[in-house]
């Protein structure tokens, strides 16, 4: 069964260091996301992408976040400059077409020390 | 408000106890969809059901079954017979129409054997 991957598993890094979590969406998907869940708490949305563009963004996704689609299989959220309060676990995920629902990657916990 | 409460923080069950994970929304949309996404200890995000807000037939599937009643907007979750192998994080989320999920705080449940 398809599945949307996720590299690293664990990223650790010093404050004020951009990272670059990638994702590989399933394949034929066309909506892409991006949540975050810091430890303990519930998943929160940060951004959705359709066509090459956010079409929605929280609060949380502040001008320290991005994302783009490179090419046409890869999904990444860079974070500019991490602060500690950016250490959680990301989960990309995307949906097909119409009400489907969103499958997700396995994470990457991301530790800013 | 579109937002989820899931009120039990933690339930803890001895194995083979029924048990109900309770999950109430708030949508302004009148067509909308819910869904349990389960989280084990290994962190990923589990699809376990979706249910739109046209059919409010009840489902079952194994040891889980889903009851959806809409006039008082809430979604719960039972597991028959719980196993050890049930502990884990279970969400309830609410998929607005612009595709954006919103997840509960989630309840952990602990099956002790």
């Known amino acids: 069964e398809p599945e949307v991957t996720q590299t690293p598993s664990h990223q650790v890094t010093q404050m004020g260091q951009e990272v670059i979590l990638r994702c590989v969406p399933i394949?034929?998907?066309?909506?892409f996301y991006w949540y975050r869940q810091i430890l303990g708490q519930k998943v929160e949305f940060l951004v959705s992408?359709?066509?090459?563009?956010?079409?929605?963004k929280s609060e949380i996704f502040d001008d320290q976040f991005s994302v783009e689609r490179p090419d046409g299989s890869n999904f990444t959220l860079k974070i500019r400059s991490t602060k500690l309060e950016d250490s959680a676990m990301y989960f990309c995920?995307?949906?097909?077409?119409?009400?489907?629902?969103?499958?997700f990657g396995n994470g990457t916990r991301l530790t800013v020390t | 408000a579109q937002k989820v409460t899931q009120a039990q923080t933690e339930i803890s069950v001895v194995e083979k106890e029924d048990v109900t994970l309770d999950c109430v929304y708030e949508?302004?949309?009148?067509?909308?969809?819910l869904f349990w996404y389960k989280q084990p200890p290994s962190g990923e995000l589990v699809f376990l059901i979706r249910?739109?807000?046209?059919?409010?037939q009840n489902e079952i599937s194994g040891r889980y079954s889903w009851n959806f009643q809409k006039s008082t907007s809430s979604f719960n979750f039972t597991i028959t017979a719980s196993q050890v192998v049930d502990s884990a994080v279970y969400f309830c989320?609410?998929?607005?129409?612009?595709?954006?999920?919103?997840f509960g705080q989630g309840t952990e449940l602990s099956v002790k054997p």
């Open positions: 394949s034929n998907h066309l909506y």
């Open positions: 949508t302004r949309d009148t067509t909308y969809y």
């Open positions: 992408f359709y066509n090459n563009e956010i079409s929605e």
């Open positions: 249910r739109n807000s046209f059919d409010e």
């Open positions: 989320a609410l998929l607005l129409l612009g595709g954006k999920l919103i």
């Open positions: 995920a995307s949906r097909g077409q119409g009400v489907s629902p969103l499958h």
